[in-house]
């Protein structure tokens, strides 16, 4: 019902949701395609690896994710230099190269140069043109066992710290919390004790 002098009310219901409503019915499909997408990347970049260019191991930014390991943009000029690889070599043997990320620790460091030299004694290089190989290049049974890496390219685990236990001797077996209790009281009775000695000793003098 219409209250006093306002608008009649106009409620428009019918808006045609169904033609608005996202639907998914493509999955199926979509999931295929992509699926021969990679199939046809894989393809395009043999012998190459599907997981594209070997990434140094980074520590994620700020205090909340400093403590996750993950991958980065790319290796650090430092890190190419002390692994014995040209900046300008490195991208033709698929090493992603990161001009502006500089080392902090020399933790990062080894541990990058470390990965960049696993990478080299496990790298075949191609001749550019086949039978006919230059310096630097692989040896050609090597070429000819070669394979595509289809799996991820050197993943980054985090290393878990190793516990050791041992059992407890006697001084380690003192209660913590009784320790602090004893120790907050005697710190709150100060005044309180020594005004009490001061007075036992002050009866006792009288006494005498």
Known sequence: MVSHNNQLPNAHLHKDWQLRVKTWF???AKKKSRRIARTK????????PVDGLLRPAVRAPTLKYNTKVRAGRGFTLEELKAAGISRKAARSIGIAVDHRRRNRSSESLDTNVARLQEYKSKLIVFPRKAGKPKNGDSQV???KAATQLTGSLFPITKSEPVLEY????????AHAFLHLRRSR????????RAARAKEAAESEKKDK
Request: cysteine-free.
């Open 141 to 143: 049974a090597d070429v």
């Open 166 to 173: 041992g059992k407890i001797s006697g001084e380690q077996k």
């Open 185 to 192: 009281a005697d710190a709150k009775l100060v005044g309180v």
């Open 41 to 48: 990347k894989a393809a395009a970049i043999a012998p190459r």
């Open 26 to 28: 493509d999955q199926p």
